[in-house]
Every structure is written in structure tokens, then in C-alpha cells.
T-cell receptor, first 112, second 118 residues
Framework: QKEVEQNSGPLSVPEGAIASLNCTYS??????FFWYRQYSGKSPELIMS????GDKEDGRFTAQLNKASQYVSLLIRDSQPSDSATYLC????????????FGTGTRLTIIP | GAVVSQHPSRVICKSGTSVKIECRSL??????MFWYRQFPKKSLMLMAT?????????EQGVEKDKFLINHASLTLSTLTVTSAHPEDSSFYIC??????????????FGPGTRLTVL
């Protein structure tokens, strides 16, 4: 049974600070990792994808992957109130299997 | 772009009726589409994988005769909830995977359909 674990939160971060979201996964053969943002009542929106160990930066977002530790994180710099949402970590085991396994999500609140 | 639409966005129906939800990829072709269900404050649960021109692959515990999936073209998949009951009330979300391109395993989600069965 593939598992993706996230701290459910809520995680409260002051506006302008760095928000750090963490995710661990159980399947060592996992190859593709995604972070989705979901506002209440809405569907998920892809924020970042990462495939190799290390950091990947896109604007205020940085994804970090450590396959040896089976750990992926998302950093949000200069947090804004509009970043308040639930962040879902998703994992795909290989390019042949198309299914994503989602974590339960971390609810992030940015405090003005 | 990678835009996915769903219709309807919200539906209320009586118990025992059937409801059809459409999922369309608007600006790309999608060989594979996925159907998810999400209950309040819970994560997404994959129901089935829909492949164009072939039968859908259902996840364990999902009744294929109750949740009928048709992926008739590279841009359209439909989910029909047959004989809906109140416990089927949920947020149904589809996603689509691009058929080609350098990164073809990203999934793009539709806006979701909120089903309420009375």
C-alpha cells in the first residue's frame, strides 16, 4: 500500500515569512512528485513538479526532493494571504503507471 | 495551456436518478483522464482511470456498474452515477494527462462537480 504522509495542520505563518510544507512517501520507486494547491470548494491546481534530487525554484515557490530520505517539501517565500489554502502532495511511482497517490493535505493559513 | 472543464459544476438530484458529468480537455488531447471523489475535509480518492477507446480501470471498492465511464474521444470523458443515493453526494473531480509533450505525467484538474443527492 503506497502511502503519502503530510501534516494536516493547520499551519499558521505570518505574512511575509517562509512557509514550509513537508511530505514523506513510502514507495521507494516513486519517480515523480507534485505539489497542488486547493482552495476551499475548488479543485486542485498544479503548483510544482519535481523529478530529481535537489531544489527546483519557480517564483516564490521552491520544491525540494530527497529520494534517499523519501522526502519532498515545498517552501513558499514572502507568504501572502492569497497563499492560504490546502496543499496536496502527490506521488507517481513511474512513468508507466499514470496514477497519482495523494497525501491528505496540509492546511496553510497566512496571517496578515 | 492545459485547461480542463467539467459540466455541470453543481447538481442536485433525487435518490434513484442517474447523473452524467462531462470532463473536457479544451486545449490539448488527453489519452488518459482520471476521475476522483473528494469528501469534505478529505483528500482526493481516485475512482477510475479512463483511457480513450478502451474500458476504464476502476480502483478497488469502486463499483463499475454504478459509476459508468465513457472516454469517447481524446478530449471528452463522461462519468455517469447511476441510481444515485445520498451517500454518493460528494465533490467529483476529473483530471487529464497530456498525450504528448516533454512532461506528460502532470495531471490537470477540472473545476469539479458538486453532487447532492436528496
Amino acid at each position: 500500500q503506497k502511502e503519502v504522509e503530510q501534516n494536516s495542520g493547520p499551519l499558521s505563518v505570518p505574512e511575509g515569512a517562509i512557509a514550509s510544507l513537508n511530505c514523506t512517501y513510502s514507495d521507494r520507486v516513486s519517480q515523480s512528485f507534485f505539489w497542488y494547491r486547493q482552495y476551499s470548494g475548488k479543485s486542485p491546481e498544479l503548483i510544482m513538479s519535481i523529478y530529481s534530487n535537489g531544489d527546483k525554484e519557480d517564483g516564490r515557490f521552491t520544491a525540494q526532493l530527497n529520494k534517499a530520505s523519501q522526502y519532498v517539501s515545498l517552501l513558499i517565500r514572502d507568504s501572502q494571504p492569497s497563499d492560504s489554502a490546502t496543499y496536496l502532495c502527490a506521488v507517481n511511482d513511474d512513468f508507466g503507471n499514470e496514477k497519482l497517490t495523494f497525501g491528505t493535505g496540509t492546511r496553510l493559513t497566512i496571517i496578515p | 495551456g492545459a485547461v480542463v472543464s467539467q459540466h455541470p459544476s453543481r447538481v442536485i438530484c433525487k435518490s434513484g436518478t442517474s447523473v452524467k458529468i462531462e470532463c473536457r480537455s479544451l486545449d490539448f488531447q488527453a489519452t488518459t483522464m482520471f476521475w476522483y471523489r473528494q469528501f469534505p475535509k478529505k483528500s482526493l480518492m481516485l475512482m477510475a482511470t479512463s483511457n480513450e477507446g478502451s474500458k476504464a480501470t476502476y480502483e478497488q471498492g469502486v463499483e463499475k456498474d454504478k459509476f459508468l465511464i465513457n472516454h469517447a474521444s481524446l478530449t471528452l470523458s463522461t462519468l455517469t452515477v447511476t441510481s444515485a443515493h445520498p451517500e454518493d453526494s460528494s465533490f467529483y473531480i476529473c483530471s487529464a494527462r497530456k498525450s504528448s509533450g516533454p512532461v506528460s505525467d502532470e495531471q490537470f484538474f477540472g473545476p469539479g462537480t458538486r453532487l447532492t443527492v436528496l
